[in-house]
DNA sequence: GCCAACGTTGGC
DNA sequence: GCCAACGTTGGC
């Protein structure tokens, strides 16, 4: 079993829309980094636990938990012309983007902002969030990492 | 809005 | 393969 972080901007997609979804479930798609693609292709499995992290907004931070529900799988969105996320070099014989499905596990009883965790830092194992102009979209986050963040947001 | 960091593109 | 130009991310 691994931890992640996903980052997503609350004005597209934030946890409230995720509280929102039938089942609390929904596919993240639209990852367009090969880094992170390889992550949800090769190495994020059914049963994972993924920080979600608001960014690009005030203040950023981990607002919850997810689980990945279903492993990496072809992202539909890149071979659709109508969507923002289409890919049109994505051969769906060969497809070039992947995605998970996440649901939601809970909500944070208080957010951990960024400021937060950079005051953290020295507690935490090579972060990848807090390294500098880190703008992975998907990372791995190591378990005591993990357990201290969520200790910071109150459990 | 600014801008640093980084990824991608494309000419050569 | 190099690298300059350009686009995107995302904190501030």
């Known amino acids: 079993m691994n931890y992640w972080l996903l980052k997503s901007e609350p004005s597209v997609f934030g946890i409230d829309d995720l509280a ?3 089942r609390q479930t ?3 798609d639209g990852v367009r980094n090969y880094q992170a693609r390889n992550m949800l292709r090769d190495q994020m499995r059914r049963g994972d636990l993924a920080l979600f992290y608001h960014s690009n907004c005030t203040p950023p931070g981990v607002v919850g938990t997810v689980e990945i529900v279903r492993a990496g799988y072809p992202d539909p969105t890149a071979f659709d012309p109508e969507s ?3 890919d049109p ?3 769906p014989a060969k497809p070039r983007w992947y995605q998970v499905d996440v649901r ?3 909500r944070c009883q208080r957010m951990v ?3 937060e965790l950079r005051q953290h830092a020295a507690e935490f194992d090579d972060f990848a969030l807090l ?3 880190n703008r992975l979209s998907v990372m791995p986050v190591a378990p005591a ?3 201290r963040i969520l200790e910071l947001a109150g459990g």
Request: proline share 12%; glycine share 4%.
């Open 104 to 106: 939601l596990k809970r």
């Open 145 to 147: 990492t993990w357990r």
């Open 26 to 28: 929904e596919p993240w």
């Open 113 to 115: 902002t960024l400021a």
């Open 84 to 86: 923002n996320h289409y």
């Open 131 to 133: 390294r500098p102009g």
């Open 89 to 91: 070099k994505s051969d």
């Open 20 to 22: 929102n979804r039938p």
